[in-house]
Nanobody, 117 residues
Framework: QVQLVESGGGLVQAGGSLRLSCAAS????????MGWYRQVPGKQRELVAA???????NYVDSVKGRFTISRDNAKNTVYLQMNSLKPEDTAVYYC???????????WGQGTQVTVSS
C-alpha cells in the first residue's frame, strides 16, 4: 500500500506562512484526487483542501484565499502552501486520498502546525 510522509510544519506567528509537503511511496496519479486534512485534539479530522488528478482544487471556506494545494505527479508529492496563518489553523495536518477517489490510505504521522497570536 502507498505510504504517506508529511513534513514542513512548525511554529509560526499569526500572519506567517508555511509550506507542507506530502511524499507518497507510490503513484498519486493512480489514486486520483488527494487532500490535506487537519485535526485538533478532541475534534474530528476535517478536509481542508483537495486537488483532482487534473488539478482542479477545492477548499473549505475557512482557508479559501489563504491556502493553496498543488501536486507534482512526477514526484508523487502533494503540497499545501499556507499564507496569512491564524491561531485557529493550529492542528496536526495530514494528507490522504480525497473523498470520492475510492481510496483511503493508512494515515501518516502528520505534521504539527502551531500558529501563535
Amino acid at each position: 500500500q502507498v505510504q504517506l510522509v508529511e513534513s514542513g510544519g512548525g511554529l509560526v506567528q499569526a500572519g506567517g506562512s508555511l509550506r507542507l509537503s506530502c511524499a507518497a511511496s507510490g503513484s498519486i496519479v493512480s489514486i486520483g484526487a488527494m487532500g490535506w486534512y487537519r485535526q485538533v485534539p478532541g475534534k474530528q479530522r476535517e478536509l481542508v483542501a483537495a486537488i483532482a488528478r487534473g488539478g482542479i482544487t477545492n477548499y473549505v471556506d475557512s482557508v479559501k484565499g489563504r491556502f493553496t494545494i498543488s501536486r507534482d505527479n512526477a514526484k508523487n508529492t502533494v503540497y499545501l502552501q499556507m499564507n496569512s496563518l491564524k491561531p485557529e489553523d493550529t492542528a496536526v495536518y495530514y494528507c490522504n486520498a480525497a473523498p470520492g477517489s475510492g481510496y483511503l490510505l493508512s494515515w501518516g504521522q502528520g505534521t504539527q502546525v502551531t500558529v501563535s497570536s
